[in-house]
């Protein structure tokens, strides 16, 4: 059986955390992927690719709540234009991908291998797929190094984001078998 998800009925989020000698001065930030395509072939295989060009700025985050007066909007605008020409270079690497080399099932989802291709850079991957209430999603911890991304810093180092990002993934009931 075949499974298409997109923006429409899924969601994925990327969370950035602050570290530095003046991280207080700085903000955690929730982003999202506003264009993005996952097919599954269930149970086999798992395709994905991700338009990195939309990823935007959602919120400043404090302690994991949305903070939405706690930026300006030069500040947010600054702050987009930062991840897509200095991190992402989506001019050159508009398009994440990834392709699963590997799918079993567990109690209560999926463990999912494969290769993920962000900023010209593949690297082996690999994550969990949960089920609650016939909802799926995931959560996956990624090293910018890893795919040579510099994480982004200002006042020479005195405030930057930390190397590992958390992405989180989530589809509502359409159908899947359950586990």
Known sequence: MMFKFTEKNAECL???LKEGVFSSMAHDLKLQVKRFEIEVDHPHAIRAMFDAR???LVSALKDGE???LALKEKDRVQINENLQHQVLETAHFPTIRFQSSEVTTETHGYKVKGQLELKG??????FSITEHARAYSSEIILNQKDFGIQPF????GAIRVRPDVRIRISVADVGLPST
């Open 121 to 126: 850079q593949r690297q082996p991957i690999g």
């Open 14 to 16: 990327i969370f950035t």
């Open 153 to 156: 810093s200002a006042l020479m």
């Open 66 to 68: 949305e903070q939405p």
């Open 54 to 56: 939309s990823i935007t």
